[in-house]
């Protein structure tokens, strides 16, 4: 699964209908995303994240320690998110990782 949009600065307190009317907004209608895709809807401070993938299910993760998403993992976002609908920041993290070693051809096979 991969980001198609990311809309920064969102009022987290929408609901799932207030994120497809936001999504509407910007000329984006997510009752019709193409499979394997989703929208990633980012608060201003960086500290939530909610996702709504072309299945329609939402996701949602809160920052620990108020501390801000590293927004360079960005497009593995979506591919974190388990079917609980709980994302491991960290699985996004490795991905984002693995993928900038395996560029610089500096990626070992061995477990992670």
């Not at 929408?14 to 009752?31: E, F, I, P, Q």
């Not at 909610?50 to 108020?66: F, I, M, R």
């Not at 593995?76 to 996004?92: C, I, Q, S, T, V």
């Not at 051809?105 to 061995?110: S, V």
């Amino acid at each position: 699964m991969k980001a198609l949009h990311v809309f920064l600065g969102v009022d987290m307190r929408k609901s799932h209908d207030g994120l497809v009317n936001y999504a509407k907004s910007k000329r984006v209608d997510l009752t019709k995303l193409p499979e394997e895709t989703a929208c990633v809807f980012i608060s201003s401070n960086r500290l939530r994240i909610k996702t709504y993938s072309y299945n329609h299910v939402l996701g949602y993760l809160k920052a620990p320690s108020y501390r801000p998403f590293d927004l360079s993992a960005i497009d593995e976002f979506p591919r974190a998110f388990n079917k609980d609908g709980l994302m491991d920041y960290n699985k996004a993290l490795r991905a984002k990782l693995e993928k900038a070693l395996a560029r610089k051809g500096r990626l070992q096979e061995r477990c992670l």
